[in-house]
């Protein structure tokens, strides 16, 4: 990628240095949960958003799949990514990746945008900014994972489970209470570094501040005062809902807290589209694996952490602070294994 003189706005997301143009900046900050205070970075993703209503042009290209063709040039053309209504042009060199995005919707994509603002909103955030970032980190081996990671009292605690059990919940009251995390809901990471995903928190209205987009299950969005961009998990607990008046805490194997990390990694909604626009990917553009290494890096974090099992009560409100004090100071003094 060549350097250009244009405005851009600096993040980081997913293990990546997101140069995001000026075209895309609103809809980028939305996606992300808010701007990022001193991230000067040189980027190796850039991500713009053009005006032009015509999807980019296929005459002379190979097509790979339905709706995608390959230039040669280590380029994939997208017609309407992830059933979005936004083409796509990615391009990938030793430099990086770059993503042009336009809208150009069918006439049914744009009856969808219009009838269902929350789908249209979070299909965006994930086809124009999170899915390059993630394609991007696994080029770099880098596998998604639908995990929270929260550091609590000075121990980064990895929560897996699949969505709606409560991870955003636990994730919002340790904040509340001084806590620091790199996600609440996707992360990339090598088996060692959990590199958070930056999108905003989504939690039950009753736990949002006033004003919060609406967004699927009766959910709000909530921005990010501060994240981490990365944390190393000492502790794996994996969530689950329980019919008993209180919460449950017992040790597991650690074959089966990589079962619940994999397990909560593709059921998760959020990655739905990501697994066929990455293997189409792969076939386009020549680089990278067709599909992340989810479950050598699900064994590998659980063959080095304690693993731990919380089913919760019916009764919420206590914090994981509480929850899972006497194992936090055991992994504070290396007495658990």
């Known amino acids: 990628m060549t350097a250009e003189p244009i405005t851009r706005t600096l993040l980081h997301t997913a293990g990546q240095r997101v140069a995001v143009e000026e075209s895309a900046v609103a809809t980028v900050l939305a996606a992300t949960g808010g701007a990022e205070r001193g991230c000067d970075d040189v980027a190796n993703l850039v991500l713009s958003l053009e005006r032009s209503k015509q999807r980019f042009a296929t005459s002379g290209c190979e097509p790979v ?35 042009i995005s336009r809208w150009t919707p069918s006439v049914k994509e744009a009856a969808a945008a219009r009838l269902l603002p929350a ?36 121990v980064a605690v990895l929560l897996a489970g699949p969505g709606g059990v409560g991870k955003s919940s636990l994730v919002a009251r340790e904040l509340a209470a001084g806590g620091r995390a790199t996600c609440d809901n996707l992360a990339v990471s090598d088996g060692t570094i959990a590199y958070g995903l930056a999108e905003p928190i989504r939690l039950p209205a009753e736990l949002t501040e006033a004003g919060g987009r609406k967004t699927y299950h009766g959910r709000r969005e909530q921005g ?49 589209r990501f697994w066929p626009t990455a293997a189409a990917l792969a076939m386009a553009t020549g680089c990278g694996p067709a599909h992340p290494p989810v479950e050598q890096v699900a064994a590998t974090l659980a063959s080095r ?32 294994s």
């Open 305 to 336: 952490l304690p693993c731990l099992e919380l089913q919760l009560g019916q009764q919420p409100g206590a914090r994981l602070a509480e929850l899972l004090h006497p194992y936090l100071d055991a992994v504070r003094t290396k007495s658990v």
């Open 224 to 272: 990010w005062e501060t994240r981490l961009r990365s944390l190393r998990p000492d502790l794996i607990v994996v969530l689950r809902r329980g019919l008993q008046p209180d919460p449950r805490l017992r040790v597991v194997s650690e074959s089966q807290a990589a079962r619940a990390i994999v397990a909560g990694t593709y059921a998760a909604g959020e990655l739905r």
């Open 65 to 99: 799949t339905r709706g995608v063709w390959a230039t040669g040039r280590h380029e994939a053309i997208i017609a309407s990514a992830g059933g979005s209504g936004f083409s796509q042009l990615w391009s990938i060199d030793e430099d990086g990746l770059r993503v």
């Open 119 to 154: 789908r249209h909103h979070a299909l965006t955030g994930q086809v124009l900014v999170h899915y390059p970032a993630l394609w991007l980190a696994m080029q770099q081996g880098l596998a998604p994972l639908h995990v929270s990671v929260v550091r609590i009292d000075g």
